[in-house]
């Protein structure tokens, strides 16, 4: 079966230049009080308007790098003289005290995008860093791993970018583009068959272009909703043993997502039991940003 989310990753890339540039504008407003010539930094203004100066941005920890679009918007809004080179690409992983970029230009200028610039990049890196130990921790299954909506507010867009530069896919971006039925909403319905079916009607009305995923937590619901046409099943909280009896039972008749209570001591396990995808709400929501610094020399 096409895994949905392998779309919703192109929407979310599709929404990638509207994003950083909202991103950056809302930061900005949050650090300088206002975009522009209005844009206030005190501390600045005790460097000489013309004075020059080099810069480097340096990685303190191993990372994934993620956030260079965000990095280059911010130096555009804050800082347009300044040149930037960069001497790693977009996903790369780096070690402990490598560069991986040089600036020139106007040292107020750099001074005041370092902040707006450095948090976008050690974030998204966090993200990606993240990801990526989970996707190579499950190399060699069929499982993939995938993010979920517990992003920090105003950042999805450009978190579940980063899960996707780290090897990871994207499930639904948010209410608006897919159906996760949960147990509040089956009780709510009444029944796993009443709540499939309305579902389905609902999926039908957009031009049946919303996934449709159910959450069971046992393996007697799970049946039930086999039995109804569920295509998109998330597992709530399984166990690996229950998982596999879960695979069995399924027969290759829906796609299969464990979600609850993994982590990376445990996530290669899960795929072993032969699901198709993993959730999970700490890559984006328990993350710890990457350590990076910013030097400043004269010149």
Not at 139 to 149: E, F, H, P, V, Y
Not at 156 to 179: E, F, P
Not at 183 to 209: D, Y
Request: neutral net charge.
């Amino acid at each position: 079966m096409e895994f949905m989310n392998e779309l919703i990753s192109k929407q979310v890339l599709a929404q990638l230049a509207e994003t950083i540039k909202a991103n950056v504008n809302e930061t900005i407003i949050e650090d300088l009080s206002a975009a522009g010539s209005h844009a206030k930094d005190f501390t600045a203004k005790l460097i000489a308007p013309n004075q020059l100066a080099l810069a480097s941005i340096i990685s303190r920890e191993p990372a994934v790098i993620c956030g260079i679009p965000w990095v280059e918007e911010s130096f555009k809004q804050i800082a347009p003289s300044a040149a930037i080179n960069w001497q790693v690409k977009e996903g790369e992983s780096v070690k402990a005290n490598q560069t991986l970029c040089t600036l020139k230009g106007k040292a107020h200028e750099m001074l005041s995008a370092e902040r707006c610039a450095l948090n976008f990049l050690q974030t998204l890196s966090a993200t990606a860093t993240a990801t990526k130990q989970f996707v190579e921790a499950i190399s060699g299954t069929k499982a993939r791993i995938l993010d979920t909506r517990k992003t920090i507010p105003g950042l999805r867009i450009a978190q579940k970018y980063a899960v996707t530069v780290g090897g990871g896919l994207n499930h639904r971006i948010g209410l608006y583009d897919g159906i996760l039925i949960k147990e509040n909403h089956i009780a709510a319905a009444g029944s796993i068959e009443t709540v499939l079916a309305e579902a389905n009607k609902i999926a039908a009305q957009q031009g049946n272009n919303l996934s449709i995923q159910i959450e069971v937590e046992n393996l007697a619901e799970l049946e039930c909703a086999l039995n109804a046409g569920a295509q998109l099943i998330l597992l709530d909280n399984f166990n690996t043993g229950l998982l596999k009896e879960a695979v069995a039972l399924n027969a290759n008749r829906a796609i299969l997502e464990a979600s609850g209570g993994i982590t990376l001591s445990n996530v290669r396990e899960i795929a072993l039991t032969g699901v198709d995808r993993i959730s999970i709400g700490s890559l984006t929501k328990n993350i710890q940003a990457i350590d990076l610094s910013m030097r400043f020399t004269k010149i």
